[in-house]
């Protein structure tokens, strides 16, 4: 799955995102995870300014944090940044 079918995924289906897709979509899209505690993962991107906090509930992710992520690639426009991941 390519970048743009992977955020086109996230954005459809927000409300059904597993965990660990979430947290590989997100070092997809060049984050870096920082670590946490219990179920909680930090996200982190040197050219972006927002940290990002996922959270495993039952191998399921937050919507709001799937969304927030989503949010994040389009502020900062890392769908066009090289594809080639």
């Known amino acids: 799955m390519n ?3 992977t955020y086109t995924h996230l954005k459809d289906h927000a409300k059904n995102i597993r965990f660990d897709f ?3 979509a997100a070092e997809k899209f060049g984050f870096i995870c920082r670590g946490g505690r219990g179920s ?4 982190v991107r040197e050219d972006v300014r927002e940290m990002l906090n996922f959270q495993d509930v039952g191998g399921k ?3 709001y944090q799937v969304k927030q992520l989503c949010k994040v690639i389009e502020n900062y ?3 066009e940044v090289d594809d080639r991941v």
């Open 3 to 5: 970048k743009r079918e």
């Open 22 to 24: 979430l947290c590989n």
């Open 40 to 43: 909680h993962r930090i996200y």
């Open 61 to 63: 992710a937050k919507s």
């Open 77 to 79: 426009s890392l769908l």
